[in-house]
């Protein structure tokens, strides 16, 4: 999931997902990567050829819909989320990995607005 690491303005996770792409790209050619991005995104460096960018044109629930539905178009062995959204249906027995920034709210409940612990 490619779709924070072409924004405009990165901010924490933003940036947190370029520098994996970014990173990856320098130390693995072998594998192959498929990253889904948004409409509009800018790709503006130059990627090897194991690099494919792949547009999901969806304006609304693009993770939920878009990038769900094409993980069963796509032959991928391991959808990467580095956020804290994951695809509720996805392909049957796809390996999915997710990162979770920040568990402050489930253990320091007293610290967080009760918007941010939901």
Do not use: C
């Not at 594998?31 to 991005?37: D, G, H, L, R």
């Not at 991928?76 to 568990?103: A, C, E, N």
């Amino acid at each position: 999931d490619g779709s924070r690491a072409f924004t405009k303005d990165r901010t924490g996770t933003e940036n947190y997902s370029y520098q994996i792409l970014l990173n990856l790209a320098k130390i693995d050619t072998e594998n192959s990567y498929k990253v889904y991005i948004r409409p509009g995104s800018k790709i503006e460096e130059s990627w090897p050829i194991n690099f494919e960018f792949k547009v999901l044109n969806y304006q609304r629930l693009w993770t939920q819909v878009g990038l769900g539905l094409q993980t069963f178009f796509d032959k991928i062995d391991i959808l990467f989320i580095p956020s804290h959204t994951v695809p509720l249906f996805r392909k049957p027995g796809l390996k999915t990995v997710m990162t979770v920034h920040d568990m402050g709210a489930e253990y320091l409940p007293d610290l967080h607005q009760l918007k941010q612990a939901i």
